[in-house]
């Protein structure tokens, strides 16, 4: 599956950001999701994902109640609805999917595919 990330920019400390992804190549509803983040000089981190279904989401701590992942497989797309962002939420931000054997939530950085990221900088 081919994924395209877009929605990244330039947003003040408490702003909010939509990212989007867009997929195409493959039946998207066939794979889980999920936003991975890499900061300048770190490695790249797990940040949402979502089920095959839509059904299940999972987050990590550091963004849970801020930002809420989504999906429409009508329309191959995934989201990342940030808000009440803060500087250290600056990083590139990637999209990944990965084929859903179950109908679980895949909470790690081992994706399958990736798309091209796009950068979210959160200013103080």
């Known amino acids: 599956v081919q994924l395209q990330a877009s929605g990244g920019g330039l947003v003040q400390a408490g702003g909010s950001l939509r990212l989007s992804c867009a997929a195409s190549?493959?039946?998207?509803?066939?794979?889980?999701m999920g936003w991975l983040s890499q900061a300048p000089g770190k490695e790249r981190e797990y940040v949402a994902g979502i089920s095959a279904s839509g059904i299940r989401t999972n987050y990590a701590d550091s963004v849970r109640g801020r930002f809420k992942i989504s999906r429409d497989n009508a329309k191959n797309t995934l989201y990342l609805q940030m808000d009440s962002l803060k500087p250290e939420d600056t990083a590139v931000y990637y999209c990944?999917?990965?084929?859903?054997?179950?109908?679980?939530?895949?909470?790690?950085?081992?994706?399958?595919?990736w798309g091209q990221g796009t950068l979210v900088t959160v200013s103080s």
């Open positions: 190549g493959r039946t998207f509803s066939n794979y889980a």
């Open positions: 990944a999917g990965r084929y859903a054997y179950s109908s679980g939530v895949y909470v790690d950085v081992n994706y399958s595919y």
